[in-house]
C-alpha cells in the first residue's frame, strides 16, 4: 500500500529533504495526518455552523486524543482514516447543503480512491458502508434528492476505478 499511496511519498520527501533523515517518515506520515485530521474536522464543523472556537477545540480533541495518538503510534495505518474518514464527511455535507456537479462526484470519488491506497482496507470499507448508510439514510428523509443521491453514486462508482489497481492482484492471490 505505501507504494500507491501519495501520502507516504510527501512524507519520505518531507523527512529526507526538509529534516534531512530517512528515519522521520513515520513520524512525519502520523504528524501530517493529525494535523489534516484537525484542519478538515474544523471545516467540517465551520460548514455546518459550529461556532469557531468550538469546532477548533473539538478538531484539536479529535486530531490529539489519546486514542488517535496511541492508535497511530501503535498502528501506522490507522491514522489516514483520522483525515479520510471526516473528508469524506464533509464532502457529504457540501452535498447535502448545495448544488453538486460533475467536480463534487470526481473530487469525492478521488477521496474515497486515494484513502484505499492509504493501505487499510478494514476502515475503508466500513467508512463507505457508512457514506452510503449517511447518504441513504438523507435520501429518506427528504434531505437530499434523486439526483445529488446519483452524484454520489458516481463518486462511488469512480473511486472503485481508482482501487481496481490494488483490488485485482489481491483478489488473484487470495483466489490462489
Excluded at 18 to 26: A, H, I, K, P, S
Excluded at 84 to 109: H, N
Amino acid at each position: 500500500y505505501g507504494l500507491t499511496y501519495p501520502g507516504m511519498y510527501l512524507s519520505y520527501g518531507l523527512a529526507r529533504f526538509l529534516l534531512g533523515d530517512e528515519l522521520f517518515v513515520l513520524d512525519v506520515y502520523c504528524i501530517l495526518h493529525l494535523f489534516a485530521s484537525f484542519l478538515i474536522v474544523y471545516l467540517l464543523l465551520r460548514r455546518v455552523r459550529v461556532y469557531p472556537s468550538l469546532a477548533m477545540a473539538a478538531g484539536l480533541a479529535f486530531a490529539f486524543s489519546g486514542a488517535a495518538l496511541i492508535a497511530g503510534r501503535s498502528w501506522l495505518w490507522v491514522t489516514p482514516f483520522l483525515f479520510w474518514a471526516p473528508l469524506i464527511f464533509y464532502m457529504v455535507v457540501r452535498l447535502e447543503q448545495s448544488r453538486p456537479d460533475w467536480k463534487w462526484a470526481v473530487f469525492t470519488g478521488f477521496f474515497l480512491g486515494i484513502f484505499y491506497h492509504a493501505g487499510n482496507v478494514q476502515i475503508w470499507a466500513y467508512t463507505v458502508f457508512f457514506y452510503c448508510f449517511i447518504l441513504l439514510s438523507l435520501f429518506y428523509l427528504g434531505k437530499i434528492s434523486w439526483p445529488k443521491l446519483l452524484y454520489a453514486s458516481a463518486a462511488l462508482l469512480f473511486s472503485l476505478g481508482l482501487i481496481l489497481p490494488l483490488v485485482l492482484p489481491q483478489w488473484s492471490l487470495a483466489a490462489g
